[in-house]
C-alpha cells in the first residue's frame, strides 16, 4: 500500500484551491499516490476584528502549519509565500516555489458605481483595504481618497464590499484569478504604481528538512524564474526587517536570464514614498535584493521605517 501523503491547509476557499492545486500537480506527476488534505486553523483565521498592523505578522496565517509540520502530523503544507516568514523555522525548509501567478493587486469597484479605474474616483472616495503597503501607494497616488481597514478572507471582503457604501476594494490579482472572479476585476494596476507585496502570487511549498521522499515528490514543481525573483524580495524584505505592518512593496522577475528587482517603502500616511531598482544575475539573487535594500536604507527609508516602528502614545 503506497504511503499516504498529507497536505496541510488553512480552510479557507483560496487556501483550499492552492493545497487542492498542488494535489493535483502531484497526482498528475505520481498515478497512484495517496494524498489526504489536512485543515489547520490559523492564528490569522481566528482574530477577524483587529487590523493586521495591530496583531504582527510574524507567522500568522503560517504558524500552526509549521507547528503540525514539525510535529509529523502533516508532510507539506501550502502557503501564500507572501504570508510566509522570510527566516523558516528551524527543523523546515522550502520544498518548492511553484510558477507565479498575477503578481499585480486590482481594484475592485462597488457593484452600484460605474469607476473604470482609480483615476475616476472622486475626492473623498472610500477603498477598502487591509494592507498598509496598499494603503501608503494608494494615498500616494490619490492623496484625497478614506482608507477603510478591512479583514477577512477573499470571499468575506469582496461580501464585505457588495454590502457596505465603500467605493471599491483593493485585493490581490493572483487570489480572484485562482477564486475565477475575473468579472469583478475592475482595474488591473500597473506595478508603477502599487508594487506588489513581496511573494504576491506565489505559492510556497514547506516541509521538514532532511524529508528526502517529499523533497523528491516536490522537485519537479520549483519553478527557477519564480525561485529567483522570490528570493531577492525575501533578502531585501529581511534586510529591511519588515511584515505586512510596515509599507514595503517589492517585484522581481527574470527576463532573458536577468533579474530585475523594483522595491518600495513608505509612510503610512504615503506622504513619503523611496523607490529603487537594480537587475544582475538571477545566481546573486538574496545578494541583489539586500543591496537595494541598503539603497533604500540609504535614501530615507531608515527614517520611515523608524518612525513607524516608534511606540504609540
Same mark, same amino acid.
Given at each position: 500500500?503506497?504511503?499516504?501523503?498529507?497536505?496541510?491547509?488553512?480552510?479557507?476557499?483560496?487556501?483550499?484551491?492552492?493545497?487542492?492545486?498542488?494535489?493535483?500537480?502531484?497526482?498528475?506527476?505520481?498515478?497512484?499516490?495517496?494524498?489526504?488534505?489536512?485543515?489547520?486553523?490559523?492564528?490569522?483565521?481566528?482574530?477577524?476584528?483587529?487590523?493586521?498592523?495591530?496583531?504582527?505578522?510574524?507567522?500568522?496565517?503560517?504558524?500552526?502549519?509549521?507547528?503540525?509540520?514539525?510535529?509529523?502530523?502533516?508532510?507539506?503544507?501550502?502557503?501564500?509565500?507572501?504570508?510566509? +516568514?522570510?527566516?523558516?523555522?528551524?527543523?523546515? &525548509? %522550502?520544498? #518548492?516555489?511553484?510558477?507565479?501567478?498575477? @503578481?499585480? =493587486? *486590482?481594484?475592485?469597484?462597488?457593484?452600484?458605481?460605474?469607476?473604470?479605474?482609480?483615476?475616476?474616483?472622486?475626492?473623498?472616495?472610500?477603498?477598502? +483595504?487591509?494592507?498598509?503597503?496598499?494603503?501608503? &501607494? %494608494?494615498? #500616494?497616488?490619490?492623496?484625497?481618497?478614506? @482608507?477603510? =481597514? *478591512?479583514?477577512?478572507?477573499?470571499?468575506?471582503?469582496?461580501?464585505?464590499?457588495?454590502?457596505?457604501?465603500?467605493?471599491?476594494?483593493?485585493?490581490?490579482?493572483?487570489?480572484?484569478?485562482?477564486?475565477?472572479?475575473?468579472?469583478?476585476?475592475?482595474?488591473?494596476?500597473?506595478?508603477?504604481?502599487?508594487?506588489?507585496?513581496?511573494?504576491?502570487?506565489?505559492?510556497?511549498?514547506?516541509?521538514?528538512?532532511?524529508?528526502?521522499?517529499?523533497?523528491?515528490?516536490?522537485?519537479?514543481?520549483?519553478?527557477?524564474?519564480?525561485?529567483?525573483?522570490?528570493?531577492?524580495?525575501?533578502?531585501?524584505?529581511?534586510?529591511?526587517?519588515?511584515?505586512?505592518?510596515?509599507?514595503?512593496?517589492?517585484?522581481?522577475?527574470?527576463?532573458?536570464?536577468?533579474?530585475?528587482?523594483?522595491?518600495?517603502?513608505?509612510?503610512?500616511?504615503?506622504?513619503?514614498?523611496?523607490?529603487?531598482?537594480?537587475?544582475?544575475?538571477?545566481?546573486?539573487?538574496?545578494?541583489?535584493?539586500?543591496?537595494?535594500?541598503?539603497?533604500?536604507?540609504?535614501?530615507?527609508?531608515?527614517?520611515?521605517?523608524?518612525?513607524?516602528?516608534?511606540?504609540?502614545?
Amino acid at each position: 500500500m503506497p504511503e499516504k501523503t498529507r497536505i496541510g491547509t488553512r480552510s479557507s476557499a483560496l487556501a483550499l484551491w492552492q493545497s487542492n492545486y498542488i494535489k493535483d500537480q502531484l497526482e498528475r506527476l505520481y498515478p497512484g499516490i495517496v494524498i489526504e488534505i489536512v485543515h489547520i486553523k490559523t492564528k490569522g483565521d481566528k482574530i477577524l476584528d483587529s487590523p493586521l498592523s495591530k496583531i504582527g505578522d510574524k507567522g500568522l496565517f503560517t504558524k500552526e502549519l509549521e507547528v503540525a509540520l514539525l510535529d509529523n502530523r502533516i508532510d507539506l503544507a501550502v502557503h501564500s509565500l507572501k504570508d510566509l +516568514t522570510t527566516t523558516i523555522p528551524d527543523g523546515l &525548509q %522550502l520544498g #518548492a516555489v511553484a510558477a507565479r501567478e498575477d @503578481i499585480r =493587486d *486590482v481594484f475592485i469597484t462597488h457593484l452600484s458605481k460605474n469607476y473604470n479605474g482609480l483615476e475616476e474616483l472622486p475626492d473623498g472616495a472610500t477603498i477598502a +483595504t487591509g494592507s498598509l503597503r496598499r494603503r501608503c &501607494q %494608494l494615498l #500616494a497616488f490619490l492623496p484625497d481618497v478614506h @482608507i477603510q =481597514d *478591512v479583514r477577512g478572507n477573499i470571499n468575506t471582503r469582496i461580501q464585505k464590499l457588495d454590502e457596505s457604501a465603500w467605493d471599491g476594494m483593493l485585493l490581490a490579482s493572483a487570489g480572484l484569478l485562482r477564486m475565477g472572479w475575473h468579472e469583478r476585476m475592475t482595474q488591473v494596476i500597473d506595478p508603477k504604481i502599487i508594487l506588489p507585496a513581496v511573494g504576491q502570487g506565489a505559492l510556497a511549498v514547506e516541509i521538514r528538512e532532511n524529508d528526502h521522499r517529499v523533497g523528491e515528490l516536490l522537485a519537479p514543481l520549483d519553478d527557477y524564474n519564480t525561485v529567483q525573483s522570490t528570493t531577492a524580495e525575501r533578502a531585501l524584505l529581511r534586510r529591511l526587517e519588515g511584515g505586512c505592518q510596515i509599507p514595503v512593496g517589492a517585484w522581481g522577475r527574470v527576463v532573458d536570464n536577468v533579474l530585475y528587482l523594483d522595491a518600495m517603502v513608505g509612510s503610512l500616511d504615503g506622504a513619503t514614498v523611496v523607490r529603487d531598482k537594480i537587475s544582475g544575475n538571477p545566481d546573486d539573487a538574496a545578494g541583489l535584493g539586500i543591496t537595494l535594500a541598503e539603497e533604500l536604507l540609504s535614501k530615507g527609508a531608515d527614517s520611515i521605517l523608524e518612525n513607524i516602528r516608534l511606540p504609540e502614545d
